[in-house]
């Protein structure tokens, strides 16, 4: 709803886990005007952007960057290195990895879903085990690909990448490592070379604090070998083209100029924070809201405490509440949007962003908000979860000084 005469004081809290709020700088370097896209400029700036990108996803091999959402990254992931029919190993871990595999699905794969009975899946990580025990009973290798959801937006689960690798080798199989990283990437470490990642997708709008409409495909030398004979129909989404262009900084087709003027801009900001620091402050802040929600009494939607994301946390409502009607009543009086629970947890639970630009204060505004929400909604509260929060960050800071001393 936005009318001309809607207008709150400061700032909406735009507190959901993507997209996440845009900071001044990139909105401003956004608004330069638009350039020729064949012109001299955009060629150097082309070539910066696409050697930057390469920090942040940490490889050496070439970053494919469309014009599109993150789904339209899925698609390309997908269609550049499988041929129809071929079987894929997904894991249920939430309502991302659910689309995924239906897009699976309707590309003509034969996707089969691994995953935990029940609602577990969509409260523990991948379980590399089982991928390593389902790869052992496929000696033939059938399995093309094994795709895994990284930061599971849906649920506040950061699954471990590396444990998948090592589940793969374990099996001694060569099917691809296809990893969607969507949400995690420039928030939670990820390491595309190091942990074999063949295809890693991610988009704009969540950790690298863009607008929503450039996504992402870090490729390694053994996808694009697999590219050359995968046969799912692609035009727009194929890489062969893109990647021959890029080396000049230049695309095939008009790209989104404007947008990446705003990548050029976070890879600044990123970059200069440093990106281990960037992943330490998502983990305060996480911490932080896990204090919060702690002490008001909720249950935290990721039940297993060493998968817990950096970038949002899923609050379970008590039996009888509707964490949607939460939800409003949030928006209706303090101007702040959460995540609405997606799929099977439609309404059993809301989901607080504390990704990109997000700060101590900012998170303690957006807590404060959830608290006095929670208490207009009539919900039985254990204590303060602002109070717990404050003492957690506090102490963070205790130890970073005597660290200092
Ligand atoms: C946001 C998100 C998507 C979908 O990206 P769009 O840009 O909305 O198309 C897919 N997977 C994950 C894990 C996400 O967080």
């Known amino acids: 709803m936005l009318t001309l005469d809607f207008h709150p004081a400061g700032r909406h809290f735009l507190q959901i886990p993507g997209p996440s709020p845009v900071p001044d700088r990139i909105l401003r370097a956004m608004s330069y005007p638009t350039i020729d896209h064949r012109g001299p400029e955009f060629g150097a700036l082309g070539l910066k952007v696409l050697e930057g990108i390469k920090k942040i996803f940490k490889t050496e091999q ?19 290195v499988l041929s129809p029919g071929d079987h894929v190993l997904m894991y249920e871990t939430g309502h991302f990895a659910t689309l995924w595999k239906k897009m699976a699905e309707a590309l003509g794969l034969k996707p089969e879903f691994l995953g935990l009975p029940g609602i577990e899946g969509w409260r ?166 896990r204090a919060a929600v702690r002490a008001w009494g909720l249950e935290i939607q990721c039940a297993d405490p060493n ?7 899923g609050v379970v409502m008590p039996e009888g509440v509707d964490a949607d009607q939460v939800r409003r009543i949030i928006y209706d009086n303090f101007d702040m949007s959460l995540g609405t629970g997606l799929g099977k947890l439609k309404g059993r639970m809301f989901r607080i962003g504390h990704l990109g630009e997000a700060n101590d204060l900012t998170l303690m505004a957006t807590l404060s908000g959830c608290e006095m929400g929670l208490k207009l909604a009539g919900v039985q509260l254990a204590g303060s979860g602002v109070n717990a929060a404050m003492e957690q960050l506090m102490s963070g800071k205790d130890q970073a000084r005597r660290q200092a001393a």
């Open 124 to 289: 523990r990580g991948v379980q590399a085990d089982q991928i390593e025990a389902r790869l052992k009973a496929d000696p033939d290798h059938q399995i093309k690909a094994v795709c895994v959801v990284h930061n599971e937006t849906s649920t506040g689960v950061t699954s471990d990448i590396a444990a998948v690798r090592r589940a793969i080798d374990a099996a001694g199989h060569p099917a691809l490592l296809l990893v969607d990283t969507i949400s995690g990437l420039a928030a939670a470490d990820y390491r595309h070379d190091e942990w074999g990642v063949d295809v890693t997708v991610s988009g704009s709008q969540k950790g690298l604090m863009l607008p929503p409409g450039i996504s992402f495909n870090a490729v390694s030398k053994k996808a694009i070998a697999a590219s050359k004979n995968a046969k799912l129909p692609r035009a727009f989404w194929d890489w062969t083209d893109i990647i021959e262009m890029n080396k000049t900084g230049y695309w095939p087709y008009t790209p989104n100029t404007n947008l990446l003027y705003g990548l050029h801009e976070a890879l600044e900001m990123i970059l200069g924070e440093g990106l281990d620091n960037v992943f330490a402050r998502h983990q305060r802040l996480a911490a932080a809201a």
């Open 307 to 313: 998968v817990y994301s950096p970038i949002l946390t």
């Open 62 to 80: 070439p970053v494919i960057i469309y014009p599109a959402s993150g789904t339209g990254a899925w698609e390309a992931a997908l269609s550049n």
